[in-house]
């Protein structure tokens, strides 16, 4: 696996650009998008709140001890940076409603509240919306971004988990690579679990990363040469007879998309909807060029149905049966929508409006606009946002 496991692949080829960002409320905005309207009546209050310099759980510290709910009976859907502008929503038992009214905080504000008939839980949002400004832009690198803004509009992003995932070392999968192989253990279950899930998103990401090094191989070579070339970047003999199938390759070679969908993927309508196994390479392909599906990649653990054909030989790379969570799967490529772009020259500033579905991350995008690795100083210190 070392040989094929690595920096993440970018899937735009452009030359790097250059821009400052630092992360600060007035430079990062995130708005939660609630999975459903929320009908007005119920036993649960839900309140919209905006908050800055406050991690949720901050936040939620913060109500808990104001209005004297229990932190376990606050419900919400997603969790939000801390150095940013974040707004989302939160439910308590409606029975606390009253003193929401009167409550004051300088980092918190309350937006509206109305009621619902559920508690809020993780999982309960669409997707969130996005404001960043970028400092330090030249004309030129405006040129640069405005280019490949219109090709990520068009064909999206890969869906990597964030560094966030990794800790600040970017290495916390390794000991929940050594839990999984008992070689480690960690008293606190719940960091244990999520030391677990870091390795499992860190298997995600490089199987992600080698179907983008395929995509491009498809791009670059001819058939007959695809094999050899895998061959190459794969270092071993252990591929799949399936890759020497010509017709097979020509018609992967004919997709439009620089995400190149295989035989036996699992595709999933989007932005939500049902999963199913492609059927028509063809057909399916420009469905997700149409936005209509995207490709799902699995998150390695028990219980996971398994992709078939060439597709399961990439995933086959990075699942990891000694993984006891339950295995689940995860876009594999989202898509931008309400993309905006304002170049303030005066400035030199670049901001940037859009939104991601749950379970994305807003420096994913940055990263690929840039073509290069972030510093810690300029990144988005966001939290994994579901």
């Known amino acids: 696996m070392s040989l094929i496991c690595g920096e993440n692949s970018y899937a735009y080829s452009h030359s790097p650009i250059e821009f400052y960002f630092k992360q600060s409320p007035r430079d990062f905005v995130v708005e939660e998008v609630p999975l459903y309207v929320f009908n007005g009546s119920g036993p649960h209050t839900i309140i919209k709140i905006r908050k800055k310099d406050l991690t949720t759980f901050q936040m939620l510290k913060i109500l808990s001890s104001s209005l004297g709910v229990k932190e376990i009976d606050i419900g919400y859907a997603g969790l939000k940076d801390k150095n940013a502008l974040t707004i989302q929503h939160i439910s308590i038992p409606c029975q606390f409603e ?14 509206d509240i109305t009621r619902h008939q ?16 970028i400092k330090k832009l030249n004309k030129i690198n405006n040129i640069k971004i405005t280019q490949v803004l219109n090709e990520i509009s068009k064909y999206g992003i890969p869906n990597y988990f964030g560094y966030q995932r990794f800790g600040i070392d970017g290495d916390n999968y390794k000991l ?9 253990r960690i008293k606190n279950k719940k960091m244990s679990n999520f030391l677990i899930s870091a390795y499992q998103s860190y298997l995600f990401n490089a199987w992600l990363s ?3 090094n395929f995509s491009k191989i498809v791009d670059c070579y001819k058939v007959n040469d695809i094999y050899d070339a895998l061959f190459e970047l794969l270092q071993n003999n252990h591929i799949s007879e399936s890759f020497k199938d010509k017709d097979m390759l020509s018609k992967i070679k004919t997709q439009e998309h620089i995400f190149k969908v295989l ?18 390479i063809i057909n399916d392909s420009n469905r997700f060029l149409n936005k209509d599906i995207s ?40 898509f931008l929508d309400d993309v905006q772009y304002n170049y303030k020259e005066e400035e030199a500033q670049g901001e940037l409006n859009f939104y991601l579905p749950k379970g994305s991350y807003a420096t994913t995008l940055l990263r690929e606009l840039a073509r290069r690795e972030l510093d810690c100083s300029e990144t988005i210190k966001e939290d994994c946002y579901v």
């Open 98 to 111: 009253k003193l929401v009214e009167n409550f004051s905080h300088e980092k918190i504000k309350i937006l």
């Open 118 to 133: 559920n508690k809020l839980k993780i999982g309960h949002l669409k997707g969130n919306r996005f404001f960043i400004r």
């Open 176 to 184: 929940g690579q050594d839990i999984v192989n008992n070689k480690a």
């Open 210 to 212: 080698l179907r983008i």
């Open 263 to 280: 035989p036996g993927e699992f595709m999933c309508h989007y932005p939500y909807g049902r999963h199913f196994i492609l059927d028509d």
């Open 295 to 334: 490709v799902l990649g699995a998150l390695s653990g028990k219980k996971l149905e398994l992709s078939h054909d060439m597709a399961l030989f990439f995933e086959d790379l990075f699942l990891d049966s000694k993984i006891t969570s339950v295995g689940s799967r995860r876009y594999a490529w989202v």
